[in-house]
C-alpha cells in the first residue's frame, strides 16, 4: 500500500511529536512518503494529486484545518479513484480525530493505525458540504462562526487557537451589536419545512465535539457519521436560554426547549438571510453569504480509524 504522511508543521501541538518517528512505525506497514505542508490550501492539493501518483492512503499529521484541506482535495477524485483517508491527531481541538474515537496521543493513534492497515481496518463515514466546500463534522452560520472568524484573527497575528481564545471571543462577540443579532436566518428543509428568525444555526454530521479541553460537546446528540446531517437552531440568544442549552450540550441530553429547532437525520438544507453571515466549516473561518445550501453525502469516504 502506498501512502502519504502529510504534515502540518504550523499545528498547535505537532510539535510535541517527532513526524520522523511517527512514520517510521506507519512505514513498516506502507510505501510511505512525507509531504510537509507549506502555505493554506496545500494540503487540499497534495490529496488531490494523490490518486494520480498512486496513493492509497492520505495519512493527515495536523488539525482539523489540515483534515479539512485533505478532505476537500480526496473529494474532487472519482468515487472510483479516491484514496483513503487516515489521521494522526496534530493540532488543538482534534475534533474530528477525537469524534472517531482516537486518542489525543499522537504516538498511540499511530500503533492503532499501523494496526489497523495491516489488518484491513475501514470505516465507511458520510461528509457535509456548503456550496462544494467539505466538511466532516460540523458547519455553523451566524454566532459561532463569528467567533471562529475572531479566533483565526488571532491566530494570523500570533495567538494560538487554545480554549481560553475560544471562551475569551464568544464572550466579546456576545456583547457586540453583529450582524448576527440584525440578520436572523430562515431555514429550509428538503420537505419544505421553512424556520424563520434563528440567531444561531449549527449543521452537525457527528458527536461529541471536544473545543473545551477534554470537554466533549453534544449538540446534537443523535448526529454521526453513519447518518444524513443534523440540525440545531436558536431562535432567541438570552442568557437564560444560552445557559438552558449549553448544560444539555455539556450532559449529552438531548437539548429540547421552545426557541430551540433540533432535525435529525438530513439530506440537506438550504439557509437564507437578508444581510450577509458568518460561516464556519470544521472550525475554520470561510467568509460570509446570504445563502447557503448545505448538502449531505452519505458514506462518501473510507477512514481507516487508529483505535483499539
Not at 139 to 165: E, M, W
Not at 275 to 297: C, M
Amino acid at each position: 500500500m502506498r501512502a502519504l504522511f502529510v504534515v502540518n508543521p504550523n499545528a498547535t501541538t505537532a510539535g510535541a511529536s517527532n513526524p520522523t518517528v511517527l512514520a517510521a512505525t506507519l512505514g513498516a506497514e506502507t510505501d510511505l512518503t512525507i509531504v510537509p505542508t507549506e502555505r493554506r490550501d496545500h494540503a487540499t492539493e497534495i490529496a488531490e494529486r494523490a490518486a494520480d501518483d498512486g496513493v492509497d492512503l492520505v495519512i493527515a499529521h495536523g488539525g482539523d484545518g489540515t483534515v479539512n484541506e485533505i478532505v476537500n482535495g480526496l473529494m474532487r477524485v472519482p468515487a472510483e479513484r479516491r484514496p483513503m483517508l487516515a489521521v494522526v491527531p496534530g493540532g488543538h481541538g482534534n475534533v474530528f480525530s477525537r469524534a472517531l474515537g482516537q486518542s489525543t496521543d499522537p504516538a498511540e493513534v499511530t500503533d492503532r493505525l499501523a494496526e489497523a492497515i495491516r489488518d484491513g481496518v475501514r470505516r465507511r463515514i458520510s461528509l457535509g458540504d456548503v456550496g462544494g466546500r467539505f466538511f466532516t463534522f460540523a458547519a455553523g452560520f451566524g454566532f459561532d462562526a463569528r467567533v471562529v472568524r475572531q479566533v483565526d484573527l488571532g491566530r494570523k497575528a500570533g495567538r494560538s487557537a487554545t480554549t481560553p481564545q475560544y471562551v475569551a471571543a464568544s464572550l466579546r462577540e456576545y456583547m457586540r451589536s453583529t450582524p448576527w443579532r440584525r440578520a436572523p436566518l430562515t431555514l429550509i428543509t428538503p420537505s419544505g419545512m421553512m424556520t424563520p428568525g434563528l440567531h444561531l444555526l449549527i449543521v452537525a454530521n457527528t458527536t461529541p465535539w471536544t473545543y473545551l479541553g477534554d470537554q466533549p460537546l453534544h449538540a446534537c446528540p443523535d448526529a454521526s457519521f453513519d447518518t444524513g446531517l443534523d440540525i440545531l437552531g436558536l431562535r432567541r440568544f438570552g442568557p437564560a436560554t444560552l445557559a438552558q442549552t449549553f448544560a444539555q450540550v455539556l450532559t449529552a441530553a438531548s437539548p429540547r426547549h421552545r426557541h430551540l429547532l433540533r432535525l435529525h437525520d438530513l439530506d440537506g438544507v438550504s439557509i437564507h438571510s437578508h444581510l450577509p453571515i458568518s460561516v464556519q466549516l470544521d472550525g475554520e473561518y470561510a467568509g460570509e453569504v446570504t445563502t447557503a445550501n448545505v448538502r449531505a453525502h452519505r458514506e462518501a469516504l473510507t477512514v481507516v480509524p487508529g483505535i483499539g
